[in-house]
């Protein structure tokens, strides 16, 4: 079983940075990707970005492209989600999830597995 806990969430000001970091604990090996996901109030949850646990093939929601980018450090188990030039609408709470599925990328039921969430929130 694979558990998952993230952190690095936190108040920031609009254009500032945070980096949300996802270690991932247990039985790994069987992890295909790892995605981030966000979900305001009121709001479904929503895709952000994906990587491939073996290959670190990437893919990010075009909301976020060219602000936010992820990466993956196998030998802590750990991924990240570096987010740069914050906006008010990034506010949300930030979850971590797996996926043992090769097809994963951006839909939530693709997901096995999720963390307890992190929030950021964007002040303006």
């Known amino acids: 079983q694979v558990q998952l806990v993230e952190s690095g969430g936190g108040l920031v000001q609009a254009g500032g940075s945070l980096r949300l970091s996802c270690a991932a604990s247990g039985r790994t090996f069987s992890t295909y990707a790892l995605g981030w996901f966000r979900q305001a109030p009121g709001k479904e949850r929503e895709f952000v970005a994906v990587i491939t646990w073996r290959g670190g093939s990437t893919y990010l929601a075009d909301a976020v492209k060219g602000r936010f980018a992820i990466s993956r450090d196998n030998a802590k188990n750990t991924v990240y989600l570096q987010m740069n030039s914050l906006k008010p609408e990034d506010t949300a709470v930030y979850y971590c999830?797996?996926?043992?599925?090769?097809?994963?990328?951006?839909?939530?039921?693709?997901?096995?597995?999720w963390g307890q969430g992190t929030q950021v929130t964007v002040s303006s």
């Open positions: 999830a797996s996926s043992t599925k090769w097809f994963a990328r951006t839909n939530v039921d693709d997901y096995d597995l």
